[in-house]
């Protein structure tokens, strides 16, 4: 008695007929045939009604035959509704700000923490500032920096990151302030467009100005805030403007660009909502991540 015997005899009982069993299946007539014949002769005895010319119906045999199996098929469909909401209940959804990079530290722990607890799952996505509250509320993960996290609630928090992550000034490697390579000249800088995500909240555009203020002198020739972190990036091909993030950063690690530290530091922290993120293995998979930076 194969799986595609009992699939077989299933689609015959509910179709009563041959053609639509072997078009349902993408098979032949004849082969439906001998999936219940090899199924009658397991059994010992007639599952289907041929008397009728062209009509069947299940015998008596069929009939109890048919419903333990729809029994059976109930209990399956019930336990794998069980196994997809604990497989849910038990995946970890981290979010990260977009053009955030999850530190390589980070991924290899993970692997070891998924070796060491076999039913624990997780998925990394990458999501715009302004949505970082809605996740929470949904019993996810947030990572991102101090100057980011959503005010009001109070949400459980873990400083992931041991020693606090510098600030830079990223801009192309064309830009003309990097002629000299031994030498940047920062009035070029200044004299060009710093692109900001436009999310940032009031307070860290403060201080990027102010900082701003002390290197340059001056403040940046316009300050521009773009809708995504991404669209920075797209502008950052140009050799007329520059910006400033966190060596977390996609673009800090990128060929493309030169970086100059700035006099800033910040630290990153996970935060969660405990009444609706309850997954067990939270604190110690965040607490796994931490050890490894």
Known sequence: ??????????KLAETLSYTKTAASMYISQPAVSRHIASLEQEIGGSLVDRSVRRQIQLTEIGEIFYNGLKQCEDIYQQTLHTVQLHMEESLVLVNLMRGTTFPDSFISSTTTFMAEHPSFKHFA??????????????????????ELRPLGKQYESIRMTQTSVPYYIVASKKHRAFADPQNVQLNAIADTTLFLPKMLPQKM?????????????????????LDSVDSVSLFLRSNECFTICTGWHTDVSSSDYRTIPLPLFTDYYALWDPEKCQNPYVRDYLNALKRSD
Not at 1 to 10: V, Y
């Open 1 to 10: 008695m194969t799986i595609q015997d009992i699939t077989c005899f299933l």
């Open 125 to 146: 996505n990458f999501i715009e500032c302004e949505d970082f509250e809605k996740v929470l509320n949904r019993g996810e993960i947030l990572i991102c920096a101090k």
């Open 205 to 225: 555009r403060d201080l990027l100005n102010q900082t701003a203020q002390k290197l340059f002198g001056r403040g940046p020739k316009e300050v521009i805030y």
